[in-house]
Every structure is written in structure tokens, then in C-alpha cells.
């Protein structure tokens, strides 16, 4: 199980429809594509592993800076992990497990909004609910991961 980086092209857009979360980050791409913006070998902010010729799991991740961030203190530059999903006939199978084990090796705190009855799963990966309340106007419900050595408390705002 190899996690590779998505090329931005035709055939991954393809891929991605068969995705629940098919939205406006992927039909922006498809406009850059068609305008002939965004070149085949761009750096793309997915993630993915196949399963032969197949793309069966999938996730986005934004490195954000540390003047953006409003969940660790003091702030600092952290990962943001979008679209983590596995195809059904996949799940179960590590897939996604793995995919959040590459995020984490590049050693910087993750946060993520998980989706709907997906919490369990992201406990088991170690990530825990931000404990400060904080502006819900966006609707919010992040789970945040840190890095060996460094304690939740530490970095509570």
C-alpha cells in the first residue's frame, strides 16, 4: 500500500467522481484544466492509493501557516487534512489508516473537521477535540493531532 501524490489531470478528476465528497475544490480544478491553467505535473494537494489501476482512497492536504492558525498556541505551521474517504468496497482494509499515517510523517500538527460517525476512527489515529471554545460560526468541529513529544496542553489557547 503506497500513498502517491494525485496528479492534477482529466483522469484523476475522472477517478474522484466515484468520491461521496465530489464538490467545488474538484470542479475548480476541472476549470483550471480546461482553461489550460493547471498543467499535468502541478503540485496537487491530493493524496491517494490505488488499488491496481484503481483510485480507491483519497485525501487533500494544506500546509497552513502559522499567522492562520486559530487552533494551536503558540501558532505555528500545521497540516489541514480535507476529504479523507474510502471507497465502500475498500473500507476496513487500512486504507485510510494509512493515509493519515503518511500525513503524519511529516511531523507537523494536523487538524481536521471529521466527517458524520467518523470520530471513532479518528480517536484510534490519535487525534483528540479542540477543548477551547472557539467562533462556531463556520460550523465547526475540529479534531487536532500532535506530534510525539509535544502535549495537547502545551499548545491550548
Do not use: C
Not at 477517478?15 to 465530489?22: A, V
Not at 502541478?42 to 492509493?49: A, E, K
Not at 501557516?65 to 476529504?83: H, I, N
Amino acid at each position: 500500500m503506497t500513498v502517491v501524490r494525485l496528479k492534477v489531470n482529466f483522469k484523476t478528476l475522472e477517478e474522484f467522481k466515484q468520491f461521496k465528497e465530489y464538490g467545488l475544490q474538484e470542479l475548480s480544478m476541472l476549470e483550471d484544466l480546461e482553461a489550460n491553467i493547471v498543467e499535468d505535473d502541478s503540485d496537487s494537494p491530493f493524496y491517494g492509493i490505488y488499488f491496481g489501476d484503481k483510485l480507491v482512497a483519497r485525501m487533500s492536504l494544506y500546509q497552513i501557516q502559522a499567522k492562520f492558525d486559530r487552533y494551536f498556541y503558540p501558532p505555528q505551521d500545521y497540516l489541514e487534512l480535507w476529504k479523507l474517504e474510502v471507497l465502500p468496497d475498500y473500507q476496513g482494509k487500512g486504507y485510510g489508516k494509512e493515509l493519515v499515517e503518511f500525513a503524519k510523517s511529516f511531523g507537523l500538527p494536523i487538524k481536521t473537521n471529521p466527517r458524520v460517525k467518523s470520530n471513532g476512527f479518528w480517536e484510534k489515529m490519535g487525534f483528540t477535540s479542540v477543548e477551547y471554545e472557539m467562533d462556531r460560526d463556520r460550523g465547526e468541529n475540529p479534531l487536532v493531532w500532535y506530534p510525539e513529544g509535544v502535549t495537547p496542553q502545551e499548545h491550548l489557547k
